[in-house]
């Protein structure tokens, strides 16, 4: 009995997924370490432990920075993880972002008409609306052209990219520093009290919307009909063709839910207040990968995605301290990178716990 | 008397799962020994152990009254045991020539040397009556043919214990007669032969005698000449099954579904798959259409349900003209459909077991309230399915389908669209691979749908299916229908004939 009771959590299929999603975690972190020693052996210790502290170094500001930095990777991996879903890869998060990122600044800066409660309110959604068109194109192409969702995604990136710089340079350019002009201040998303309880300017109440985000996706994905109809369409399109879903549909609605949650994410980062503007460079936006990465981590569960963003973004802000030791902030992407390499092998993982679990039940039993 | 194989006391562990516990197994010199038992009773793991491919946990085996260690299956031929295995490991743009040798070439100085193989395999061909020619493509030659290359092959080692798995699933009755013919011909030769079947039928037409095995374990050995197939099936299943089905008459003249012309053409290849196809499934009737895997009834029913588009033609549910209707409104028409592949279409394999339930119906105002899906509903939903039916898993409702048995994974798909009280239920070999006691039950359920007043069309490549289940049989061969035939005035040797093409008897107007 007592056994049974020790083993509990690695018998049930939460448990070994938890454990071996941990599993992948720590060999992540412990080749990281291993970069830290070779780069730098003096320093790899103290550098490590600015990483695994991340935004807890800092007191409330550096917690109020890591939800900051996870507020959008958040909603672009809950974009291809919903996607995902579905069975389609959407790897066009980073353009879809981008495209929202630029309505909410355009909005933000010319539709001053607008009565100020309202005007940040509009701008996010015409943020959500860039995105969802900007994702409902290759949901087309992909349903009745059969074009495939990567490539007409990975196109559509480059597209929003040149013309966003396009539209940046035309409309709302400062030329002398290249960039967007700066928001009105009606656009900027209400703090609500939230930047004076994390010491930090950057805090807004974007974090409830991407937690709202993720509640409303999970409702999505496991109360509705149309939950069950997607998830049907990702696992067995044969099943759910002979069940009569039309899968044309439910691809270009996945598309477009998708994008428009990449969208948000863009509206909400450059509506932040922050200090951040849109450049006019020739780099897609890397936080659409990075929600790539938290898609993976999350195992496309949105809740898993909302805490492996919120650990990803934990793991950004040790990547800005360890500068301090003199190490490049590039070493976290490598332990991001790892972590998600050892996640690809979270079933290895689940076969070895299985074993011992075995094992040890078998020994339990000549006993 | 002397034994060729002598299996002792054979004991088998998956995990916790004994496959095979404490079996003894014994053939003797130039017998032809039938190895019966259901599916999942352990007979292919116990042959497997004797062709090396896992090892036993407890036991020993003797071969020729000589202990050995069957390590892998080179080691089993090199003691002269060979395996026809019930998928054929053919290479399909080999000459039968080189199928046969691939592996045991006869060379010289690393070039082929093919005529001394040619000479040997011409010369067993012509001793056991195999009519094969050496030159032939694998891709070009029938089923029938690949199983005689197979046999060949195993001819070709010199192996003197032959193991057929499960030889006839894939035959025509003409071709079965034959390999039965064979088998004996190469008893008298000497040869010693393992038969694995769950079909009595032929057990009782070419083996001497019969071991079998239930659940892992070992019930007995009998002689076959003097037990009735009742007997044997007795031992199989454990409990008594009836052969015969009674069936009372219900069939009307009011038509269901109709089919006219019907024409589905392969994208690719041009070529009409189904061939100007009409017929009518009536109210109370089990229509079956009969004929060997390949010719034209899975396009044919795809076509009909929707998953295939038409290339011509007209379908007609009770009158009215459902040809441009999507899967959905068929469904709703009354349309209900027990797939061919039930893992690919029937089933959404990581869905629960109550998800899988409502896969056409979740839709409906009874499970889902403004777009959420009323869990508690469909919960209830599958409870009724699981008892109703019989449906068994590890937990209930909540059974993730891919871990679930194939019998009750199809005992699933069958409740879930009869259930849903269809006018016409087109189902597509809904017992393969089940065993005895499930086709049973699949069957009664069939005819219980047709006596109240519902149509079946049935697609079945299994002639005691057809014969038993059957109101009327259609015959498809190469895409059209070539036989209309009343199963109590027909013989499975006359069906035989027509689903080889040799014999016709409806034609086409067009």
């Known amino acids: 009995m007592k056994h049974k009771l020790k083993f509990s959590l690695m018998n049930s299929s939460w448990g070994v997924s938890f454990i071996s999603a941990a599993m992948a975690i720590f060999i992540g ?10 780069s730098n052996s003096r320093e790899a210790v103290p550098g490590f432990f600015a990483i695994l502290q991340g935004g807890f170094a800092d007191g409330a500001k550096g917690i109020g920075d ?39 600044i355009f909005i933000g800066i010319k539709w001053t008409f607008l009565p100020g409660h309202l005007h940040w309110i509009v701008a996010l959604t015409g943020a959500l609306i860039a995105g969802a068109l900007w994702g409902l194109l290759p949901g087309i192409l992909k349903a009745y052209y059969n074009v495939h969702e990567v490539i007409s995604s990975i196109m559509m990136n480059y597209i929003g990219m040149y013309l966003v710089n396009i539209l940046i340079v035309k409309n709302i ?14 656009a900027i998303i209400p703090k609500a009290g939230l930047d004076k309880i994390f010491e930090t300017n950057n805090m807004n109440i974007g974090i409830l919307i991407a937690i709202l985000a993720v509640i409303v996706i999970y409702i999505i994905l496991s109360k509705t009909t149309l939950g069950y109809e997607l998830k049907a369409c990702g696992l067995s399109p044969t099943a759910s063709k002979y069940a009569g879903i039309n899968a044309k549909n439910k691809i270009i609605l996945s598309m477009l839910i998708a994008g428009a949650l990449s969208g948000l994410g863009g509206g909400l980062l450059y509506l932040a207040g922050s200090g951040k503007y849109l450049q006019v460079v020739d780099i897609l936006a890397p936080q659409g990968f990075a929600g790539i990465s938290v898609a993976l981590l999350g195992m496309s569960n949105p809740i898993g995605i909302l805490f492996a963003g919120l650990f990803i973004a934990h793991l950004t802000v040790g990547g800005v301290n360890i500068q301090l030791y003199s190490f490049a902030p590039e070493v976290i992407d490598i332990i991001i990178s790892a972590i998600i390499y050892c996640g690809a092998f979270s079933l290895l993982f689940k076969n070895i716990i299985l074993k011992i679990n075995k094992r040890s039940s078998r020994q339990e039993a000549s006993k | 008397m002397e034994y060729v194989i002598e299996m002792n006391h054979i004991t088998k562990e998956f995990g916790d799962f004994k496959a095979v516990d404490d079996v003894t197994f014994k053939v003797k010199k130039g017998e032809i020994h039938a190895l019966l038992g259901e599916n999942g ?16 946990e407890n ?15 080179n080691d089993a031929n090199d003691l002269g045991i060979g395996m026809v295995h019930q998928h054929f490991k053919l290479v399909h743009n080999f000459t039968v020539l080189e199928s046969i040798v691939l592996g045991k070439e006869t060379t010289k100085n690393g070039f082929l040397k093919m005529e001394e193989a040619r000479n040997k395999i011409n010369k067993l061909s012509e001793q056991y009556k195999l009519k094969i020619d050496p030159d032939a493509r694998i891709s070009d030659i029938t089923v029938g043919m690949q199983q005689r290359v197979e046999i060949l092959k195993m001819l070709y080692r010199d192996n003197d214990i032959l193991i057929f798995d499960e030889p006839t699933a894939v035959l025509t009755q003409q071709e079965i007669d034959e390999l039965m013919k064979i088998m004996k011909d190469m008893t008298e030769e000497g040869k010693s032969i393992v038969f694995i079947t769950h079909k009595l039928n032929e057990i009782k037409a070419a083996a001497n005698r019969c071991s ?3 659940k892992g374990k070992y019930i007995g050995t009998v002689d076959v000449s003097v037990t009735s197939k009742e007997e044997m099936s007795e031992m199989m299943v454990g409990r008594k099954i009836s052969f015969v089905i009674n069936k009372d008459e219900c069939t009307s003249e009011e038509p269901v579904l109709k089919v006219q012309s019907l024409t589905i053409t392969n994208k690719e290849t041009k070529k009409d798959k189904v061939n100007n196809v009409s017929f009518n499934v009536n109210k109370g009737e089990i229509l079956c259409i ?31 003209d459902v040809t441009k209707s999507s899967i959905r409104q068929k469904c709703i028409a009354g349309f209900a459909h027990i797939p061919e592949d039930r893992q690919k279409y029937g089933l959404v394999l ?27 509903a469909v919960k209830e939903y599958a409870k009724k399915l699981i008892d109703e039916f019989d449906i068994r898993s590890s937990q209930g409702e909540d059974s993730v389908v891919r871990g679930m048995s194939g019998g009750n994974q199809q005992k699933l798909i069958v409740a879930r669209e009869i259930d849903r009280d269809p006018d016409i239920i087109i189902a597509v070999q809904p017992t393969r691979g089940l065993d005895v006691g499930a086709i049973e039950y699949i069957h009664k359920q069939l005819i219980a749908q047709r006596c109240t007043g519902k149509a079946v069309l049935l697609v079945s490549f299994d002639l005691d299916e057809v014969m038993n289940v059957s109101d009327r049989i259609l015959v498809m061969y190469e895409g059209e229908i070539v036989g209309d035939l009343n199963p109590k005035e027909t013989t499975v040797q006359e069906l035989g004939l027509y689903m080889s093409g040799t014999k016709r008897s409806v034609y086409n107007e067009a």
């Not at chain 2, 352990?42 to 036993?56: D, E, V």
């Not at chain 2, 036991?59 to 299956?73: L, T």
């Not at chain 2, 390949?294 to 007609?316: C, D, F, R, Y």
């Open chain 1, 29 to 38: 972190l412990l080749f990281g370490f291993i970069i830290l020693l070779i």
């Open chain 1, 66 to 104: 890591m939800l900051y930095n996870a507020i959008p990777i958040i909603l672009t991996g809950l974009s291809v993880g919903f996607a995902f879903k579905t069975g389609l890869f959407n790897i066009g998060a980073s353009g879809q972002f981008t495209m929202g990122a630029f309505v909410a």
């Open chain 1, 173 to 186: 350019h400062d030329k002398i520093k290249n960039q967007s002009l700066p928001v009105a201040k009606t």
């Open chain 2, 41 to 56: 009773a352990g007979k292919s793991t116990l042959m497997s152990i004797l062709f090396g491919l896992y090892q036993a």
């Open chain 2, 59 to 73: 036991g020993d085996i003797s071969i020729n009254e000589k202990p050995v260690k069957i390590n892998n299956p």
């Open chain 2, 212 to 214: 079998v095995l239930r």
């Open chain 2, 290 to 320: 009969a004929g060997i895997d390949g010719n034209g009834q899975s396009e044919l029913v795809q076509g009909i349900t929707g998953l295939l588009p038409l290339t011509s033609g007209k379908i007609l549910l009770n009158n009215e």
């Open chain 2, 350 to 376: 990581d869905y629960s077991l109550k998800e899988n339930a409502v896969l056409q119906t979740y839709y409906e105002p009874k499970f889902q309230k403004n777009g959420f899906i009323k869990f508690d």
